[in-house]
């Protein structure tokens, strides 16, 4: 059974930073696709960065430069660093996993496993 948990969320002001972890179990992490997504109340999932099993990263243009994905193979967590946050990444995040080994498109569809989240909000 395939399990991802978030976790390392909370409350900054702008320009904080936070890094948020997903630990998982049922799967290698470091032999499929996985994902960090969020949701802000009243709009769609967005991927913001993906992983894939060969190391090949993608970001959001949203995020990109002040967001950092990772994994540790070792602890089979997945890691996304969040530098200068700003209001407008409030949010839930959410980990998520595909069965590939190759990251496929930025649709929530595209990945069969999920966490429960973890609620990131900034403050002006």
């Known amino acids: 059974q395939v399990q991802l948990v978030e976790s390392g969320g ?5 320009g904080g930073s936070l890094r948020l972890s997903c630990a998982a179990s049922g799967l290698t992490s470091s ?3 996985m994902a960090w ?6 709009e ?7 992983i894939a099993a060969g190391g090949g990263i993608t970001y959001a243009d949203s995020v990109k430069g002040r967001f950092t994905i990772s994994r540790d193979n070792a602890k089979n967590t997945l890691y996304l660093q969040i530098n ?3 209001p407008e990444d409030t ?3 959410y980990c998520a996993a595909d069965g590939r080994a190759s990251c496929r498109g930025p649709s929530p569809s595209m990945y069969q496993f999920w966490g429960r989240g973890t609620q990131v909000t900034v403050s002006s």
């Open 31 to 33: 032999s499929v696709c």
């Open 37 to 42: 997504f969020r949701q802000a109340p009243g």
């Open 10 to 14: 909370g409350s900054v002001q702008a």
């Open 44 to 50: 769609e999932r967005e991927r913001v960065a993906a």
């Open 91 to 93: 949010a839930m995040y």
């Open 84 to 86: 200068s946050l700003k």
